[in-house]
């Protein structure tokens, strides 16, 4: 019997770690699974932007209008606007593995390095310092919070149910990104819990920080 693939919408912040973490699974879910993920840009900028005064001082001035925390992801919505998602997901992949895994600095030469690594054009990386796709961006950010609620984070991830209706939720954080049967059972088990009418949370303390492969 021939099982249908189905596309599994992500929402994510190329700064946040944990998305990243996430997002590494869903690639091996990919391979274990009839599933093809399908790129989104959020932020966690416009996220925070009416309640910045609640925030660390360092993450205050990242997320402030102007702060680095709007320039990754305003390339990422300009790649995804003139190259489309797949695109997307390969500069993803470049610049997080740059920003995550070697801990490169959160800069313009960082950004265009993962833009040519990932086949698209360096001059890309203007669109850190312009707020020209910032209408995209507020309406991609806005498409995926509003399937799950103002109270959560990066990443987001929308799928058909099993019974073909819309299921979203935050997350899964994990660390490390499981692989192969691991990851398959990571994935049955989330859509069970959150296709599942009035079920809204699992939550235990971090004792490890997201762990890079």
């Known amino acids: 019997m021939t099982v249908e693939r189905v596309t599994a919408d992500f929402w994510f912040d190329p700064i946040c770690p944990w998305a990243w973490m996430t997002s590494r699974w869903m690639l091996e879910v990919e391979k274990v699974r009839p599933v093809d993920v399908r790129w989104h840009v959020m ?4 996220l925070n932007e009416e309640k910045l005064d609640e925030l660390p001082e360092q993450f205050r001035e990242a997320m402030a209008r102007g702060g680095w925390a709007w320039e990754p ?8 606007r003139q190259f489309g998602g797949e695109a997307l997901g ?13 801990d490169l600095p959160r800069t313009r030469e960082t950004i265009a390095a993962a833009l040519e690594d990932a086949g698209l ?5 203007d669109a850190a310092d312009t707020d020209e796709y910032d209408k995209d961006l507020r309406a991609s950010h806005k498409e995926g919070i509003e399937k799950v609620g103002q109270d959560v984070g990066t990443p987001i991830i929308s799928v058909p149910g ?4 819309e299921v979203a939720f935050f997350g899964p954080v994990v660390t490390p990104a499981p692989k192969g049967d691991a990851a398959a059972r ?9 296709s599942t009418p009035g079920f809204y949370e699992i939550k235990r303390t971090r004792t490890v920080g997201p762990i890079f492969d």
């Open 186 to 194: 990571l994935w049955d088990g989330t859509l069970l819990v959150a």
């Open 43 to 46: 932020s966690l900028a416009v």
């Open 121 to 125: 054009p360096a001059a890309l990386a």
């Open 73 to 80: 992801v305003r390339v990422c919505v300009a790649v995804e």
């Open 162 to 165: 099993p019974d073909g209706t």
């Open 90 to 102: 390969r500069f993803y992949t470049a610049l997080g593995t740059r920003f995550h895994n070697r």
